[in-house]
């Protein structure tokens, strides 16, 4: 048998030739350990971002909006779906990992844990939770580990139209009434710095990105990315017409970046450790759906083992 120094250096090479990592192929435990972490966190983040979006679904202003909204957080569900298969691959059981969300042990995004306040904030989530999680799941498509890194792929790409349909929504309200602009305005005011929170903390302060550097897991540092999607998104506020609410954000032209405010990181670390201002009404929301469900899981479960039973029957 190898022993473990020389299978963690021929996995090393492996990932530094950029070969992908498959599931039945020897890995690290620690490698394997934070990938379930993180694919899964990003799988409660999924299903519980359907929580606020889903709150507005009976109150949409036409029937077009309502199509559009269903079709999100229909692909939203979808999209926790592949994922929670994609750390299956990993040896952990989705009942566990179901647990792990419903007794609080597993974390979900930060953003989750603002309320939806206004029509103009499913118009925000679109623009901005979704175009953070494109610039973060674009480089994901190129992660090491294969299975995650083919759920990216059609995950980015249902995004992408989450993402237009958000910023059509508040062109939509800007080119209104003063008050539909002012609505806009409010939701970018409220869902700006916790969007760039959503990169997580600064690099100086990130437990794991320098493994995940290692290991490809991540591509770009979270700093990285924050600044991307802030260069991305302020020319977009600009044909709004709307004002990013942050009085230090500027263009500068040496470092060909906009330079930004500080941001709030005691609030980030509330927010994740629970104290968030819809933490428990989420988690509240998520349980009541797991019980309510229980029938549904019963009746499938019964009906698949009688359906077995009948094969074997047929079998002998
Ligand atoms: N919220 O060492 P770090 C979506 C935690 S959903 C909460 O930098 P890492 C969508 C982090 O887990 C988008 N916790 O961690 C759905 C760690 O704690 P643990 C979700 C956060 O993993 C519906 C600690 O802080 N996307 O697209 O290297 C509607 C230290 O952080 C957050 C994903 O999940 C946060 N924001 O980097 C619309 C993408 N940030 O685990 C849209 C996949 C950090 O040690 N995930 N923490 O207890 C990733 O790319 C990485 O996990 C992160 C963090 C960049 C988020």
């Not at 929580?51 to 559009?68: C, D, F, H, M, Q």
């Not at 924050?226 to 977009?236: E, G, H, K, L, M």
């Not at 428990?280 to 349980?287: F, G, Q, T, V």
């Amino acid at each position: 048998m190898k022993d473990l120094a020389k299978l963690e250096k021929e996995f090393q090479e492996r990932i530094d030739r950029g070969e992908n990592i498959e599931p039945k192929d020897w890995m690290p435990e620690k490698y394997r350990k934070t990938h379930i972490r993180q694919i899964s966190q990003h799988a409660h983040s999924e299903v519980v971002g359907m929580l606020p979006e889903g709150n507005w679904i009976t109150r949409t202003p036409s029937l077009r909006r309502k199509v559009a909204l269903l079709a999100k957080i229909q692909d939203e569900g979808g999209h926790g779906l592949y994922l929670y298969s994609a750390t299956e691959t990993l040896g952990i059981s989705r009942d566990e990992l179901y647990e792990q969300l419903h007794s609080g042990r597993a974390k979900y995004s930060s953003i989750f844990n603002y309320p939806a306040l206004t029509w103009a904030d499913m118009g925000a989530i679109g623009w901005l939770v979704d175009g953070a999680a494109i610039i973060n799941q674009v480089m994901l498509t190129r992660t090491s580990y294969g299975p995650y890194a083919r759920a990216m792929v059609r995950i980015c790409k249902e995004e992408s139209f989450h993402q237009r349909q958000g910023y059509e929504i508040l062109l939509t309200l800007c080119r209104g009434t003063a008050v539909q602009k002012a609505m806009a305005q409010d939701s970018l005011n409220r869902w700006w710095w916790p969007s760039l929170m959503m990169f997580g903390p600064p690099d100086a302060e990130s437990t794991h990105t320098e493994q995940s550097m290692k290991w490809k897991i991540k591509r770009k540092t979270n700093d990285e990315l924050r600044q991307q999607f802030i260069d991305n998104t302020v020319p977009q506020a600009d044909i709004l017409g709307i004002k990013v609410p942050d009085p230090d954000l500027k263009w500068n032209e040496e470092r060909g970046h906009y330079d930004f405010g500080e941001i709030n990181w005691d609030e980030f670390w509330q927010v994740v450790k629970g104290h968030g201002p819809c933490n428990k009404e989420r988690m509240d929301a998520r349980r009541k759906a797991w019980n309510n469900g229980e029938w549904v899981r019963d009746a499938a479960i019964a009906y698949a083992d009688k359906k077995a039973e009948k094969n074997i029957a047929k079998a002998v």
